[in-house]
């Protein structure tokens, strides 16, 4: 399994990035973004489910970031606009797979991606 992601870098407060994580090596359940910021601990920013496209925002988030996703080319982006300095961390890329039996869960993770919001 394999997640590169790409997209991060500098901007300014109130600008929007771009976030791209490409899949590749297994099916995938869900879908997702994480974030961690230096000294804290690594939170959830958004997930996709493949399937139906169900999503799930943090609520720090909420109005400002969409996430979708091409499932032709099992790539989802995360869309960020309105950014603020807190959001600044690194991103990571998250895929699960829930295997049928026993409802197992495996995630996989990117290598993570640097935003960085100046105020």
């Known amino acids: 399994v394999q997640l590169v992601e790409s997209g991060g870098g500098l901007v300014q407060a109130g600008g929007s990035l771009r976030l791209s994580c490409a899949a590749s090596?297994?099916?995938?359940?869900?879908m997702g973004w994480y974030r961690q910021a230096p000294g804290k601990q690594r939170e959830l920013v958004a997930t996709i489910t493949t399937g139906r496209g169900s999503t799930h925002f943090a609520d720090s988030v909420k109005g400002r970031f969409t996430i979708s996703r091409d499932n032709a080319k099992n790539t989802i982006y995360l869309q960020m606009n309105s950014l603020k300095p807190e959001d600044t961390a690194v991103y990571y890329c998250n895929a699960v797979v829930i295997a049928p039996v026993y409802l197992r869960r495996y995630d996989y993770w990117g290598q993570g991606t640097q935003v960085t919001v100046a105020s």
């Open positions: 090596g297994s099916t995938f359940n869900v």
